[in-house]
T-cell receptor, first 117, second 112 residues
Framework: GAGVSQTPSNKVTEKGKYVELRCDPI?????LYWYRQSLGQGPEFLIY????????DSGLPNDRFFAVRPEGSVSTLKIQRTERGDSAVYLC???????????????FGEGSRLTVL | QKEVEQDPGPLSVPEGAIVSLNCTYS??????FMWYRQYSRKGPELLMY????GNKEDGRFTAQVDKSSKYISLFIRDSQPSDSATYLC????????????FGSGTRLSIRP
């Protein structure tokens, strides 16, 4: 299908390692979001992009987390020096950015499940 | 205090019952209110979207927003086992792409 694609679907790593999570949004969607979802919790906002630029990165918890979207399509979430508390499902979503249009419709991928041992 | 509060449940009702799901929020600047449904190990999907106060109906689903009380609700009529999922309320400040804040979700189970 033509939905949001996230890779890897599962990632197990050791504390202190570096991790990259990839998101391929729906073609033509200009806005791209990263959320983090812990067990039994709702998605927690991390960052969103409008085109290539980060429009709001206020949810990134600290400087170990960084995200890029160099060509305005695929995005990569990078986590340095991983900690056990980083274990969660990382969700990516994309949306059409139509000013005045029916916003709020984020199309989510199935997530990347990160486990830090 | 979280910006958006939602009872985590779990909530279990018999098939055919009316279900009421609720959220409260603290930031009066929220203008756009949404309900998402999330099946196990899947990403959330949008169910309902409303702007400001009022009601919106779509099939068996009705969303209500009361901005004066900072309270939103989702009603499901004639509930079906396929409605069993986690329901997430969400809200934002702007109509175009912007930060969207989610509640913690209510886990709903419909018993056949």
């Amino acid at each position: 299908g033509a939905g949001v694609s996230q890779t890897p679907s599962n990632k197990v790593t050791e504390k202190g390692k570096y991790v990259e999570l990839r998101c391929d949004p729906i073609s033509g969607h200009t806005a791209l979001y990263w959320y983090r979802q812990s067990l039994g919790q709702g998605p927690e906002f991390l960052i969103y992009f409008q085109g290539t630029g980060a429009a709001d990165d206020s949810g990134l918890p600290n400087d170990r987390f960084f995200a890029v979207r160099p060509e305005g399509s695929v995005s990569t979430l990078k986590i340095q020096r991983t900690e056990r508390g980083d274990s969660a499902v990382y969700l990516c979503a994309s949306s059409l950015n139509l000013a005045g249009g029916p916003s709020g419709e984020l199309f989510f991928g199935e997530g990347s499940r990160l486990t830090v041992l | 205090q979280k910006e958006v509060e939602q009872d985590p449940g779990p909530l279990s009702v018999p098939e055919g019952a009316i279900v009421s799901l609720n959220c409260t929020y603290s930031n009066s600047a929220f203008q756009y209110f949404m309900w998402y449904r999330q099946y196990s190990r899947k990403g959330p999907e949008l169910l309902m979207y409303t702007y400001s106060s009022g009601n919106k109906e779509d099939g068996r689903f009705t969303a209500q927003v009361d901005k004066s009380s900072k309270y939103i609700s989702l009603f499901i009529r004639d509930s079906q086992p396929s409605d069993s999922a986690t329901y997430l309320c969400a809200m934002s400040w702007y109509s175009s792409a912007s930060k969207i804040i989610f509640g913690s979700g209510t886990r709903l189970s419909i018993r056949p």
